[in-house]
């Protein structure tokens, strides 16, 4: 059965930096593009960055590129964020997905919060 569970999240100043996780099971992190997703308050679900497999290739959105960076660790069967240069506007919510055999799963998500 697929799972997975993020974790990482927190209180953290503007400029400060997190590292979120996606731990998973039931499938093979290496074998899927895994995504993250974040969502704020009253805003839509948003892709932010994702690792292809095949290849390893990493993709971000215009709003967190050069910023955040999209890993996974294929002995630990998770996949980082590492958020750094955090902003105000970065607070939200942080999914990450795979879809696999068709179907899409999601996390339970981990609350980010940027504050002085």
């Known amino acids: 059965q697929v799972h997975l569970v993020e974790s990482g999240g927190g209180l953290v100043q503007p400029g400060g930096s997190l590292r979120l996780s996606c731990a998973a099971s039931?499938?093979?992190?290496?074998?899927?593009?895994m995504r993250w997703y974040r969502q704020a308050p009253g805003k839509e679900r948003e892709l932010i960055a994702s690792?292809?497999?095949?290849?390893?290739?990493?993709n971000y959105a215009d709003s967190v590129k050069g910023r955040f960076t999209i890993s996974r660790d294929n002995a630990k069967n998770t996949v980082y964020l590492q958020m750094n240069s955090l902003k105000p506007e970065d607070a939200a919510v942080y999914y990450c997905?795979?879809?696999?055999?068709?179907?899409?799963?999601w996390g339970q998500g981990t609350q980010v919060t940027v504050s002085s």
């Open positions: 039931g499938f093979t992190v290496s074998s899927y593009t």
């Open positions: 997905r795979v879809m696999t055999n068709g179907a899409i799963y």
């Open positions: 690792i292809t497999s095949p290849g390893s290739s990493t």
